[in-house]
C-alpha cells in the first residue's frame, strides 16, 4: 500500500467503519486520490444494500413483476399455460444477484484497490483518532462511521417472545408461510406485501397511521393501498397492535382500530417498523455526540469532533442508499480538499419499488400547509398520456409542488418506472428550476414522462 500520505504516527489517512454504499463510496474515492484507507467491516461487505435490502428486494420485486406480465400476456394476444413461482429458485436468483453487485464482484470491488485495507470484526472508538478491533488498534488521521442502521421492533407486549421475520432473515426462510402479518406502512412494508403476494402468502399489513407512508401527501398512501388492495393484500391502516401471542394455531394478533379490539391469526410476522442507527461502537470516547435519533453532522457531515465524520443510516436522517452513496461523496471531498462542500438534502429521492414505483422528493404538500407560505400544485393523471393505454396501466399520477413564482419544490410520483423518469424533476429541485421550463422540453412519446411535462404545464411561472 502506498504510504506516502500517511503520517508516522498514524495507520492510514482515513478509517471507515462500515462497507455499505456510503463507506465504499467514500473509501474509493480516497483511495483513488492517494489516501490510505482501512474498512471495518463486522458483518456481510458490502452492508446493508448489497446483502439485505436493496438487491435482493428488487430481485424479488423483479420475480413478483414478472409473474404479473406474464398473468396480464392474454390481454396483449399471448397465450400461456399455467405459471408457478418458486420461492427456491427466486432465493437462487437473489443469491446471485447479490454476489455479481459492484461492490462484491471481483475486478469492480473497492477492496481490490491497493490503497484499501480491509479488516473484519467489530469497530470500537477509543479516542478520536483511534479505532480497535478486537485486540488490534488502528489509527487515522480522519474516520468516517458508516456503520448503517438495524431493523426497528416496536415494543409490542408478546413480539420479542416470538421468531418474527425482518428484511434481514427474510432469505434465510426455506420456504414460505400460508399467511403473514407485516408490521409498518412504509417503503418495506410496500415492497414486502408485494414480494408474499406474488408467492400466493395470505398477506396483511398493519399500520398505526390513517393511510400507508404517512409522511407522505395522502394521495399517495392512497393509491399505494388500492395497488395492494388489488393483489389480495389486506390493509389495516389506524390499527394499534396491543398484544401478539402464540397459539396452536399460529400467532395471534391483537389489535384496536375504530375504538373496536380485533384478531388476526397469522403463521408468521415479518416487523417492517423502521430503523434504528448502530452507534453502540464507542462514541463517547471519541467524543462524538449523538442520540436515539443518531449521530448528529453539520452540513459538512462533521460530527462535534471536526476530524470524524458520519454518513447514512447512522445520521438518522438518510434512509436511503443514493442519498448515502451521496454523502460518501461529499465527505470525502472535505477529506481531500480545503475548500468544503455541504451536503444537501432538500432534493433526495425516497423510492418504493414494485407495482407501481413511488417516488417522492422534496417538499409534500403537507410540509407547505405547515408553513404558512403560498405554493401551487398540480396533478397529471397517467391516464391521460399514450403510454398508459398501451401499457393497459392507467392508475397512477405525477404531482408537482411549486412556489407561487412556479419555481418546483417538491414532487410525488406514483406509476410504474417512476424511478427511471423522476431524476429531471429532482434535477429541477436540486437547482431551483421552474416547471414552465420543463413544460417547454420536448418529452418522447409515447412515454410515462408525458405525465411529468402535463403536470409541469399546469403550474404558473413568474
Known sequence: MDRRNVSKKYSADVIVVGSGAGGSVAALTLADAGKRVIIVEKEAVGGDCANYSCIPTKALLETAAMQKMISQAPAHGIKIGNVKLSYEAAIHSVNQSIHSTGVLHPGHSPYDNANIQLVRGQAHCLDKHTISVDLTRYTAANI??????????????????????????????????????????????????????????????????????????????????????????????????????????????TFSQAGQEHHVSVDSIFVAAGNIPNTDIGLENAGVLNSEEGIRVNKRLQTSQKNIFAIGDVTG????????????????????????????????????????????????????????????????????????????????????????????????????????????LTFAIQHCHRACDIANTIHPFSSWSEAVRVAASKIYCT
Do not use: C, W
Request: hydrophobic share 40%.
Open 144 to 253: 468516517i462511521i458508516a456503520s448503517g442502521s438495524t431493523p426497528f421492533v416496536p415494543k409490542i407486549p408478546g413480539l420479542q417472545e416470538i421468531d418474527y421475520i425482518t428484511y434481514r432473515t427474510f432469505a434465510k426462510q426455506k420456504t414460505l408461510p400460508p399467511s403473514v402479518a407485516i408490521i409498518g406502512g412504509g417503503t418495506t412494508a410496500y415492497e414486502y406485501a408485494q414480494i408474499y403476494a406474488a408467492f400466493g402468502v395470505k398477506t396483511h399489513v398493519f399500520e398505526s397511521h390513517y393511510h400507508l407512508f404517512s409522511s407522505f401527501d395522502s394521495e399517495v398512501g392512497d393509491l399505494a393501498e388500492s395497488a395492494l388492495t388489488n393483489t389480495g393484500v389486506r390493509i389495516h391502516t389506524a390499527a394499534n397492535i396491543t398484544k401478539v401471542h402464540t397459539t396452536k394455531n399460529g400467532n395471534l394478533i
Open 317 to 424: 436522517n438518510s434512509h436511503s442508499a443514493s442519498s448515502a452513496v451521496h454523502q460518501g461523496l461529499v465527505t470525502a471531498h472535505n477529506i481531500l480538499h480545503r475548500k468544503k462542500i455541504m451536503f444537501q438534502d432538500h432534493a433526495v429521492p425516497r423510492v418504493a419499488y414494485g407495482m407501481p414505483e413511488i417516488v417522492v422528493v422534496g417538499k409534500t404538500e403537507r410540509q407547505l400547509k405547515l408553513t404558512g407560505l403560498p405554493y401551487q400544485t398540480s396533478i397529471a393523471p397517467l391516464g391521460i398520456v399514450g403510454k398508459a393505454h398501451t401499457s393497459a396501466y392507467t392508475s397512477g399520477f405525477v404531482k408537482i409542488v411549486a412556489s407561487y413564482t412556479g419555481h418546483v419544490v417538491g414532487v410525488s410520483i406514483v406509476a410504474p418506472q417512476a424511478s427511471e423518469f423522476a431524476s429531471e
